[in-house]
Structures are given as C-alpha cells and as structure tokens.
C-alpha cells in the first residue's frame, strides 16, 4: 500500500488558517487522497477526498499538487473544535482486489487549537 | 439522525472472560467494520462484512470474532480476552467497499481488561 507521510503535530490559533501537509510520493494513478479526523473520545469522521483537482466542501479544502506527491488540508478558520488527530489516507476506489476496500490509518497529526 | 450506535460506551471484562461488545446502525449500509485502536495509536481493521459476507483480516486473532444477524447489527465477540485486548474498538459502516464511499464511524466502545 501507498504510503503517507505528516508531521506528528501542528499547533494553530483560533480563527486562523491551517494547513496540513501531506506526502505521499509513491501515491498511484488510481489512488484517492482521502482526509479524516478524529477528535478526542470520539470515533474517526470523513473529512474530504480528491483525485488531482483541489476539492472544496463546507468543512475544509484540499489542495492537490500538480505531480500528486503531496496535498495539503486547509481549515479556513480553526475553531477550538477542530482539535484533533487528522488522518491522510491513499485509498485505491477500484474493487480489483488487494486492500481497495479498506482505510489504512497512518500515525495522522495532532493539531492542537488555542484560544 | 442517521447514525451508527455502540454499546456499551465503555466494558470491563476480566482476563479470560468473554465479552461482546454491539454496534447498530440506521445508515441502512451495506458494509460493517470493526477496527482496533490501542492507546496513542492508529485504528486497525479487525474484520468486515459486506451484507452477508464475512471478510476477515490476515492477522486479526482467532480470539475476535464476529457476528452480524441482519442489516443494521453487527457484533464483536472476544473470546478469551488477554490484558493487550484493552483498547477501543470503533465500528464503521459504509455503503460499499469500494468506490470511495465514506466510512461512518460510531463513538467507539473502550474495552478495559483487568
């Protein structure tokens, strides 16, 4: 499996803008990048997903390099309540066999917010 | 709301005592997950089913099990949990396996063994 790199932890302030890096140099044609979070206690939630083109929905945006190997995930205005763990995963949509079916977690980054 | 719902929030067992720890959902999705998540670490799938079909994890242990009787249960039964079973457990569900389908994840059931 494709597999994706993030820093450990990032620390924002609150109304500011995030952005979270991600590589992923050995990302296939046919891979999707696929954002989740996890906040505290809780159960992972999706968060947003792209291809090649940069990919806006009314929780963050995506921003896609043009040679794939990295994105980067943008929270426009952080609030205290995106404090939590964000999970960058590759996932294949293709149902060809192998692992397609599954999200593989990476160790994600802790973005703590202040106030 | 639509949602998927884990029973118990949080179960103690002892070494050795079996548990079964319950998930249901109201999404009507055709695919149940259960991942692992130990302290500090990532979730790890266990097993799924897709409707029927039960779909295990090469090295997810013979003492996990799991049992889904119709479309919106799905159970996970430890057999002969050990003190490295203390972990949460999450279920998911989704409405296929593939075609990037989000997962809906429920709040997690923390499993302590003593």
Request: net charge positive; proline share 4%.
């Given at each position: 499996d494709a597999k994706t790199t993030q820093p450990n932890s990032m620390e924002s302030n609150e109304e500011e803008p995030v952005h979270l890096p991600c590589n992923h140099s050995t990302i296939s044609g046919t891979d999707y990048i696929h954002w989740y979070r996890q906040l505290p206690s809780q159960g992972p939630e999706y968060v947003i997903?792209?291809?090649?083109?940069?990919?806006?929905?009314?929780?963050?945006?995506?921003?896609?390099?043009?040679?794939?190997?990295?994105?980067?995930?943008?929270?426009?205005?952080?609030?205290?309540?995106?404090?939590?763990?964000?999970?960058?995963?590759?996932?294949?949509?293709?149902?060809?066999?192998?692992?397609?079916?599954?999200?593989?977690?990476?160790?994600?980054?802790?973005?703590?917010?202040?106030? | 709301d639509a949602m998927v719902?884990?029973?118990?929030?949080?179960?103690?067992?002892?070494?050795?005592?079996?548990?079964?720890?319950?998930?249901?959902?109201?999404?009507n999705h055709n695919v149940m997950y259960w991942y692992q998540q130990k302290s500090s670490q990532a979730p790890k799938l266990l097993f799924h089913y897709y409707d029927k079909d039960f779909n295990n994890e090469a090295d997810t242990p013979d003492n996990f099990q799991s049992r889904r009787p119709n479309t919106s249960f799905c159970f996970l039964d430890i057999r002969s949990p050990g003190l490295g079973d203390a972990a949460m457990y999450l279920c998911a569900t989704s409405i296929d396996r593939w075609n990037n389908y989000e997962q809906y994840f429920g709040p997690g059931t923390r499993l302590t063994v003593t």
């Open positions: 997903h792209g291809l090649t083109s940069n990919v806006n929905n009314r929780m963050a945006s995506l921003a896609i390099a043009e040679d794939r190997k990295s994105s980067t995930l943008i929270l426009h205005r952080a609030t205290l309540r995106d404090a939590a763990v964000y999970y960058c995963i590759l996932r294949d949509p293709g149902n060809s066999g192998g692992s397609n079916y599954k999200l593989t977690f990476g160790k994600g980054t802790l973005l703590t917010v202040n106030p | 719902i884990q029973n118990p929030r949080y179960q103690v067992t002892q070494f050795g005592k079996p548990v079964t720890l319950s998930c249901s959902q109201t999404l």
